[in-house]
């Protein structure tokens, strides 16, 4: 069988001392002592491993999270006018919006129009914030929420008053400087 | 051709065109808001399309000033620029910039222009002026005058193309406003047409307020089936439902406008109340939903047990296609003659010589001819799209208007001559006109009317009902119409398709293509007979009832309720069907249907599915194949409406080789193909036209002459449309002042209208313009309709 390649006249072999002696012992135990110093070092400190779920992640306060819409603090009415801005500019297509129109005896938003169906399908969202971007009202704005798994696809089709409630838990943020 | 420079390139173009539409030609866009070539003369109001012409010192608005021979144009330099930043500036000044919540937003001029064109900067810090929002112009149409940039393009379409006088500019300067003059809601038969010239959201549609935007919707370009006009349209779908009609220009059938029942009877489509899965009569006697196969074999056992006693109608949108294979179904596998397309009769060889490729007129020949006489017929009733035509014709291009009606038309104000004659006394009249055209001894009316068609030059369009029949030939002849291009008959079938379902063959005495058949067969008013007797044992009815569509009401409720089985392909459940219909199988709305239709100028056109079928609604030309197969029709099957297509091609002469790519968007006019040359030449002799009695609109000795016509409401769209339900007709009867005084009635009143032991409740209308001795009820109505009555005198008394 001929090797795939030319290996010259020479062939040098590599090998490792043999083991035994001083070379030996120090292999055996230096070399353990050394890698049992940097353990020796941290021992004192506390772990990086974050307990998941009973410990959460914190975010940056710009983190690209779950959507959330908006009321007007004052008087309760929802920002969003149902204008579909945030789907025109959704590339992933995940967001449907239904408008009508705002009653006298029923408002529900502060202009003419409101959203009547607000839909965001988070299983499509690539969390780009294009939405939030092209809001003219900021009445969508990227959360701080990850936490979005779930057992059927259905269920993260997330509708306009899951978007507008408050998450349950909050995601903790990243203090100054951590 | 003439050369002009614009923007330092030579171009060429014809000769006064308008800037905006030479520089077309050099592939230059100036941008314009208030240019509309479809409303008349350019006014030059909205400043936005200014453009530098060397040697004249002042910017020139590129709408108003014709392009001539050496013309040096600039419209990228900066004072050009900044001339369209001022005013893209000042004309949002008083915009309220609420583009998230107009509806316009994203096909609105306004944004595009502002985008491309203007500075993005206003300098306007004072408070804009404000107005009471959103107010409703009419039940369609909400109006925003903050948005409103006064381009006048609603007024002058109200003024100069609808003429409806409606729509003026109140108030003077930064305080005008759009309005009606005397304030109430603009209703008129064409006013949807402003939503769509409002170069911004100013004028929006109600009915399709804040459905959707722009790009969540898609077009889906077809043809309108509800009037003989088929309009071109386009329906807006979203998540597959018909959201919205928009025009689809094409200048040989609409010229780009369309009817508010066209624009707005889509909602119809949406509604619970539509038949959308088979039923059949249970044993407790109600209609109940069924499956199709058990729906299939009822109607075929029901049609084969009637063998050859079974009568066929068709009406409303039923295509070609459909209409085919029901006259196959009928005469070929059941062995039945009796089927019929046409409100009255009208013989074939009458249809041969009206039908005569040689005698034919466009719809533009309307606007182009010297002069148009409009016969028996009223236009936005019949074929509401003509009316706006005419009147362009009239306005700027000096067409002579003829009218010789029995019913005051709506046209009359346009006319350089309009005649009355009694009602039903159409195909009399055209006699008359025959022989004052050939010279002979007439009445004054016809010789006045032939004189001034004469006067007028040698191209005229004459417009009629399909009922004045053959007289309509020896007309055109007398008048030397026969081979003149821009001249010749258009006439006005009694159903949306009667000239495709005449000449697929849906006639008692032809067959497809107008052949002659072997034994005619009974007529409409001749099947309601035999039904009635007994001798037509089923009835089968294909957009239809009889009991709305049809006169003689009374002999067709005893029609229907004799016959053994009675198949009807229908939207709703209307009287005559659900009382009477056996088996009912879910027509499709017109936006589902897939097949062809023939205009009355002979331009065959594509209806094209835009959603899907609702509930289990099937093809209509599916079902009837499968009824076909069902009944013993062997016949190559029918697999899509291509093919269904293709096998009426080849049994129609003149549409021979016609394919619905041919056909296209645009639909082609059969004349104008070579098989036009296999049309069945007329019968020389059917073309004369013995003169009739004088019947004038005179008094009769008794009672009152009755009148009927179906307004252009009148139909189950517009009742079931939740838009158009205000417009849906009561029954009221149109009389003469001095008719009224004599029997003391006034307007307003509710009176009984009666003869022959029938009678119908109605609203006394006072029109000036109706003669005296005549009175008019309306047709096609769900209740107190005309087709009660059954003779011609009617005794009218307080109710």
Same mark, same amino acid.
């Given at each position: 069988m001929t090797p795939p390649y030319d290996p010259g006249d020479v062939v040098e072999v590599l090998r490792a001392p043999e083991p035994g002696g001083a070379g030996g012992a120090y292999r055996a135990f230096g070399e353990t002592l050394r890698g049992l110093k940097t353990t020796m070092k941290r021992m004192t400190e506390k772990p990086v491993t974050v307990q998941y779920p009973e410990e959460k992640y914190p975010v940056y306060p710009r983190f690209r999270g779950r959507h959330k819409l908006h009321r007007f603090e004052d008087t309760g009415l929802e920002k969003c006018v149902g204008c579909s801005l945030c789907a025109a500019a959704c590339p992933a297509d995940c967001i449907r919006v239904v408008a009508a129109e705002n009653q006298p005896e029923h408002r529900v938003s502060a202009g003419e129009r409101y959203a009547a169906v607000y839909e965001i399908n988070l299983s499509r969202c690539i969390f780009c914030g294009y939405c939030e971007v092209a809001c003219p009202f900021d009445a969508i704005t990227m959360g701080h929420d990850y936490e979005l798994s779930d057992y059927d696809r259905s269920d993260l089709i997330f509708t306009k008053e899951m978007l507008l409630a408050e998450p349950l838990e909050r995601t903790p943020l990243r203090r100054e400087g951590e | 051709m003439i050369t002009f420079s614009i923007d330092g390139r030579e171009v060429q173009s014809p000769e006064n065109l308008m800037l905006v539409d030479a520089a077309k030609y050099g592939d230059v866009e100036i941008p314009v808001f208030c240019y509309e070539p479809k409303l008349g003369n350019p006014v030059g109001a909205c400043r936005m399309c200014l453009v530098e012409i060397e040697g004249i010192p002042k910017l020139q608005t590129g709408c108003s000033t014709p392009v001539k021979d050496g013309m040096v144009v600039h419209t990228q330099n900066t004072r050009v620029?900044?001339? %369209?930043?001022?005013?893209?500036?000042?004309?949002?000044?008083?915009?309220p910039l609420d583009c998230p919540v107009c509806d316009k937003g994203g096909e609105c001029p306004l944004q595009d222009i502002s985008f491309g064109w203007g500075g993005g900067r206003s300098r306007f810090i004072e408070p804009k002026r404000h107005f009471q929002k959103p107010l409703e112009l009419s039940p369609l149409i909400a109006i925003d005058r903050e948005r409103c940039i006064l381009c006048y393009r609603c007024v002058r379409y109200s003024q100069e193309v609808a003429e409806d006088y409606q729509l003026v500019l109140q108030e003077r300067g930064a305080a005008s406003y759009v309005a009606t003059f005397d304030g109430h809601p603009y209703v008129a038969p064409f006013s949807g047409n402003i939503i769509e010239l409002c170069p911004v959201g100013a004028l929006t549609s109600r009915p399709y307020r804040f459905r959707a935007r722009p790009w969540d919707i898609e077009g889906s370009g077809s043809v309108c089936t509800m009037c003989p006009g088929q309009c071109n349209v386009t329906f807006t779908v979203r998540d597959d439902r018909v959201l919205r009609v928009l025009q689809r220009d094409n200048a040989e059938v609409d010229d780009g406008w369309l009817c508010d029942r066209g624009r707005f009877a889509y909602q119809a489509i949406h509604v619970d109340e539509r038949v959308t899965s088979p039923m059949v009569r249970g044993q407790d006697g109600q209609l109940v939903?069924?499956?199709?196969?058990?729906?299939?074999?009822?109607?075929?056992?029901?049609?084969?047990?009637?063998?050859?006693?079974?009568?066929?109608?068709?009406?409303?949108?039923?295509?070609?296609?459909?209409?085919?294979?029901? %006259?196959?179904?009928v005469r070929e596998a059941l062995g039945s003659r009796d089927l019929d397309s046409q409100r009255a009769p009208v013989s074939r060889d009458a249809l041969l010589a009206i039908s005569d490729p040689a005698l034919q007129a466009t719809v533009p020949d309307l606007e182009f001819a010297h002069a148009v006489l409009v016969l028996d017929t009223e236009p936005v009733d019949d074929m509401a799209i003509l009316d706006l035509r005419i009147r362009k014709g009239v306005r700027r291009n000096h067409v002579k208007l003829a009218i010789a009606s029995a019913r005051p038309s709506s046209l009359d104000a346009n006319a350089a001559a309009s005649v009355r004659f009694a009602p039903g006394a159409g195909p009399a009249f055209a006699a008359e006109l025959v022989s004052a055209a050939k010279g002979e001894p007439s009445s004054d009316d016809a010789r006045s009317i032939v004189a001034l068609l004469r006067e007028a030059g040698e191209d005229v369009v004459i417009l009629a009902s399909e009922r004045v029949g053959v007289a309509l030939a020896a007309l055109a002849d007398a008048l030397g119409l026969r081979d003149r291009a821009g001249a010749g008959l258009l006439v006005v079938p009694s159903s949306a398709n009667g000239r495709g379902l005449r000449e697929v063959g849906f006639l008692p005495d032809a067959g497809p293509g107008l052949s002659p058949v072997a034994e005619p067969g009974r007529h409409a008013g001749q099947i309601a007979e035999a039904a009635a007797t007994g001798d037509i044992t089923a009835l089968w009815l294909l957009g239809i009832d009889p009991l709305r569509d049809l006169p003689y009401r009374l002999r067709w409720e005893q029609a229907l309720s004799r016959a053994a089985t009675v198949i009807a392909h229908t939207n709703f459940l209307t009287e005559g069907i659900r009382d009477h219909a056996t088996v009912v199988f879910p027509a499709e709305a017109y936006a589902e249907k897939d097949g062809t239709l023939t205009h009355p100028d002979g331009r065959l056109q594509r209806v094209r599915p835009a959603i899907g079928h609702s509930g289990a609604g099937r093809y209509g030309w599916q079902v009837l194949t499968d009824l076909g197969t069902r009944v013993g029709l062997h016949v190559p099957r029918v697999l899509t409406s291509g093919i269904a297509l293709a096998q009426l091609a080849q049994a129609v002469p003149f549409y021979a080789g016609i394919t619905q790519d041919e056909i296209g968007g645009r639909g082609i006019r059969w004349q104008e193909r070579p098989a036009a040359s296999a049309f069945p030449a007329p019968a020389p002799a059917s073309v004369n036209v013995s003169p009739a009695p004088r019947v004038g609109p005179s008094a009769p000795a008794s009672g009152l002459r009755l009148g009927t016509f179906r307004s252009i409401w009148a139909s189950p769209e517009v009742e079931h449309s939740p838009a158009l339900a205000f417009l849906r007709p009561r029954q009221k009867i149109e009389m003469a002042p001095s008719d009224a005084d004599r029997l003391g009635l006034g307007d307003g009143q509710r009176v009984l209208v009666s003869n022959n032991g029938t009678q119908v409740s109605a609203t006394v209308a006072l029109r000036q313009a109706i003669p005296a001795g005549s009175v008019f009820l309306q047709d096609g109505l769900a209740e107190d309709s005309a087709n009660v009555l059954t003779g011609s005198i009617v005794e009218v008394r307080r109710a």
């Open positions: - | 620029h900044e001339a %369209q930043e001022a005013v893209v500036e000042f004309l949002l000044i008083n915009h939903p069924v499956s199709w196969d058990r729906a299939l074999s009822e109607a075929a056992a029901g049609l084969t047990a009637a063998g050859s006693a079974v009568g066929a109608l068709a009406g409303s949108g039923t295509t070609n296609e459909e209409g085919f294979l029901v %006259q196959r179904i």
